[in-house]
């Protein structure tokens, strides 16, 4: 069974930083495209970072150099390390694990809440 399971998130000023965590169980990361996404009140779920298995990492513009995605093989964790943040990236922070190779696979966590408020 597979699970994956987001931590790390919570409340914090603007211009402060969090670290989200995604700790898989049942598939490792090393061998799925691991992504981050949030959603927040009202609005559509948007992607914001992905890495690659050869760690290639993208980013939506919006949040390019201020958030880092990462892997540890060893914690079979992927991590979303945030800074500088700001109102308009409080949301839940959502992992998911997808394969796009047949036969094509996506997990999904049950996401972290991250306010940003002062």
């Known amino acids: 069974q597979v699970q994956l399971v987001e931590s790390g998130g919570g409340l914090v000023q603007p211009g402060g930083s969090l670290r989200l965590s995604c700790a898989a169980s049942?598939?490792?990361?090393?061998?799925?495209?691991m992504k981050w996404y949030r959603q927040a009140p009202g609005k559509e779920r948007e992607w914001v970072a992905t890495?690659?298995?050869?760690?290639?990492?993208r980013y939506t513009d919006s949040v390019k150099g201020r958030f880092t995605i990462s892997r540890d093989n060893a914690k079979n964790t992927v991590y979303l390390q945030m800074n500088s943040l700001n109102p308009e990236d409080a949301a839940v922070y959502y992992c998911?694990?997808?394969?796009?190779?047949?036969?094509?696979?996506?997990?999904w966590g049950q996401g972290t809440q991250v306010t940003v408020s002062s």
């Open positions: 890495i690659t298995r050869s760690i290639g990492t």
């Open positions: 998911k694990a997808e394969r796009i190779i047949p036969p094509t696979e996506e997990y």
């Open positions: 049942g598939l490792t990361v090393s061998n799925y495209l």
